[in-house]
């Protein structure tokens, strides 16, 4: 018998995925994507042998999209910032993103909103990245 989860621990363990698997799209996980992963990890409360368990195998984690409009922006923002965690925008990644994101039913708007956001917030490099802020300044485009 299968584990139960909560819709918010599913929806986080498949942002976490999602990201994981963008994170790979170069062939290559370098330690600052690792960072930005155990801040969202830690940001969706999601334990230290689970986010191992993801990242060995991110596609056995059923994916589970979010219907709440922050919910729904902070999930691509969290897939923007894998995209973009190393310092630049790897063309494999942003290409990964963009499927992943249209199979999740985002739009290319949406899509290009979140990572314009993110990519202007990373290059900006003032203080901490903080991706619920990004969501929050995105969250209309999801609405």
């Known amino acids: 018998m299968g584990e139960f989860k909560s819709p918010e621990?599913?929806?986080?363990?498949?942002?976490?995925?999602?990201?994981?698997?963008?994170m790979k799209a170069d062939g290559r996980i370098e330690e600052s994507e690792l960072g930005i992963l155990r801040?969202?990890?830690s940001r969706l409360g999601i334990d230290e042998a689970t986010a191992e368990?993801?990242?060995?195998?991110?596609?056995?984690?059923?994916s589970s999209l979010p219907g709440d409009p922050f919910k729904r922006a902070l999930f691509i923002v969290f897939m923007a910032s894998a995209v973009w965690a190393d310092g630049h925008a790897d063309e494999s990644e942003q290409h990964l993103l963009s499927e992943i994101?249209?199979?999740?039913?985002?739009?290319?708007e949406?899509?290009?909103?979140?990572?314009e956001a993110v990519a202007s917030a990373m290059e900006g490099g003032e203080g901490e990245f903080?991706?619920?802020?990004?969501?929050?300044?995105?969250?209309?485009?999801?609405s």
């Open 130 to 142: 903080d991706p619920a802020l990004i969501a929050v300044k995105v969250a209309s485009a999801f």
């Open 9 to 22: 621990t599913r929806e986080a363990e498949a942002m976490i995925a999602k990201a994981v698997s963008i």
């Open 39 to 41: 801040g969202i990890t």
């Open 110 to 115: 949406q899509i290009k909103t979140a990572t």
């Open 101 to 108: 994101g249209k199979s999740l039913d985002y739009t290319s």
């Open 53 to 62: 368990r993801i990242l060995e195998d991110p596609e056995d984690v059923e």
